[in-house]
C-alpha cells in the first residue's frame, strides 16, 4: 500500500511513528512542511523536516518533541557570549551538526530533496521525506504592535511571542511561486491512500496545500483522503493551533476544521469520542465522519488511530 502524509512537525511526526507501526509494509511517503524553515547563524534550519527525521530515526527528545535527545547547548552558550542572538530559539550542539551539514550542501548546489535524503540515510527514518518544495517559502505571521501591524516569522511568533498576541494573518511568503520538490505530485498521484495528520490545519498542512499544484493534485488523486482532528473537545490537543485558526476565520473545533479543509480536499475526517456530537455535522458537509481516540498517549493507542483512519479511507473507497 502506497500512503502518501502532510506532514507538520511533532503531531504529524508522532502520528507517522503510528503509522508505521500500524502498517510496516506499507511504502510511506512523507510531504513535510517548510514554511517554519528558518535561516540562523548562517545556517538553514528545517524544524518540520528534522522532528519528523529524528522522530522517526530515534533521535528526537522525546518529552520536548523537538531537538535531539542528549542535546548539550555550548555553542549556544558561546554565541550568546558574543552577544549573538537570537537567544529566545533553542539550537542545540547535536542539532547544530545537521544545520551545517544541510547549509554546506545547499551551499554546493543540492536542492533541499536531495539534501533531505542524505540526511534521511543516517537516520533511516522507514518513509521517504520530501520537503513540500526545494523553494524558500517562509511563514510569516500579522501582528499588531503598539498599534501598528507587523510581520515576524513563524518562529519569533510561536516560541518568542509563544501565540501570546491575535494573529492577524498568517502568510507564506514565496510560496505563489514555489514548485512542488521532485517526486511530489507523482506520490500524490499514485497514492493509494493520502491522510492529513492531526498536523497544524493553518501553518503545517495549509502552507503544504499553498504551494501551487499540491491542492489540486490531492482533490484529484483517485486515492480517499482522510484527515484526523488535531482538535480535541474545542482546543489543539498540543501547540496553539487555535490562534492561527482564528487568523483565518476558522473556529477551534473538529467540525470547522473539517470543513475548513472541505468535501472537495478530504473524503473522510476522524474525530475525538468527545467530539462525537460533530460527526452529523461534518457529514452533512458531504465528509465521512467516524468518532475514535484521537489522543496519541503512546504508540499503541497512535497506531490505533492510524488504523481507524485507514478503515474510513477504505469505507469511502468502496
Ligand atoms: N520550539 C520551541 O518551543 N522552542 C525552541 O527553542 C525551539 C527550537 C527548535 C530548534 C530546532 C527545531 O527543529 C525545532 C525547534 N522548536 C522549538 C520547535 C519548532 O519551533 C516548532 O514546534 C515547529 O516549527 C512547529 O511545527
Given at each position: 500500500m502506497r500512503i502518501v502524509v502532510l506532514a507538520g512537525g511533532i503531531g504529524g511526526a508522532r502520528f507517522l511513528r503510528g503509522l508505521r507501526r500500524a502498517v510496516p509494509d506499507a511504502e510511506i511517503t512523507v510531504v513535510g512542511n517548510t514554511g517554519d524553515d528558518i535561516h540562523l547563524f548562517g545556517l538553514k534550519v528545517c524544524p518540520d523536516l528534522d522532528t519528523v527525521m529524528y522522530t522517526l530515526g530515534g533521535g528526537i527528545h522525546e518529552e520536548q518533541g523537538w531537538g535531539r535527545e542528549g542535546e548539550t547547548f555550548a555553542v549556544k552558550e558561546e554565541l550568546a557570549a558574543y552577544?549573538?542572538?537570537?537567544?529566545w530559539f533553542g539550537l542545540g550542539d547535536r542539532d547544530f551538526a545537521t544545520h551545517i551539514v544541510r547549509t554546506q550542501m545547499l551551499g554546493a548546489g543540492y536542492p533541499l530533496s536531495a539534501v533531505t535524503e542524505a540526511l534521511c540515510a543516517r537516520w533511516k527514518p522507514g518513509v521517504r521525506l520530501l520537503p513540500m518544495t526545494d523553494d524558500r517559502v517562509e511563514t510569516h505571521v500579522a501582528i499588531d504592535v503598539d498599534g501598528e501591524r507587523r510581520a515576524v516569522h513563524f518562529q519569533e511568533y510561536w516560541?518568542?511571542?509563544?501565540?501570546?498576541?491575535?494573529?492577524?494573518a498568517v502568510v507564506p511568503v514565496g510560496a505563489e511561486a514555489a514548485k512542488p520538490a521532485p517526486g511530489v505530485l507523482d506520490a500524490i498521484a499514485g497514492a493509494d491512500v493520502i491522510l492529513f495528520p492531526?498536523?497544524?490545519?493553518?501553518v503545517s498542512v495549509g502552507t503544504i496545500l499553498a504551494v501551487p499544484g499540491i491542492r489540486e493534485a490531492v482533490a484529484a488523486a483517485p486515492a480517499p483522503v482522510v484527515g484526523l482532528s488535531p482538535l480535541v473537545g474545542g482546543a489543539?490537543?498540543?501547540?496553539?493551533a487555535d490562534k492561527v485558526l482564528a487568523a483565518v476565520g476558522v473556529e477551534s473545533t473538529a467540525q470547522a476544521v473539517a470543513r475548513h479543509y472541505g468535501a472537495d480536499l478530504i473524503d473522510g475526517w476522524l474525530v475525538d469520542t468527545v467530539d462525537a456530537d460533530a460527526v452529523a455535522a461534518v457529514e452533512e458537509a458531504g465528509i465521512a465522519c467516524r468518532a475514535v481516540?484521537?489522543?496519541?498517549?503512546?504508540e499503541d493507542a497512535t497506531a490505533a488511530m492510524a488504523r481507524a483512519a485507514l478503515a474510513l479511507a477504505e469505507e469511502v473507497r468502496a
Open positions: 552577544g549573538v542572538g537570537p537567544e516560541v518568542k511571542l509563544r501565540a501570546s498576541v491575535d494573529a492577524l492531526p498536523s497544524n490545519p493553518v489543539p490537543v498540543r501547540g496553539m481516540p484521537l489522543m496519541m498517549t503512546d
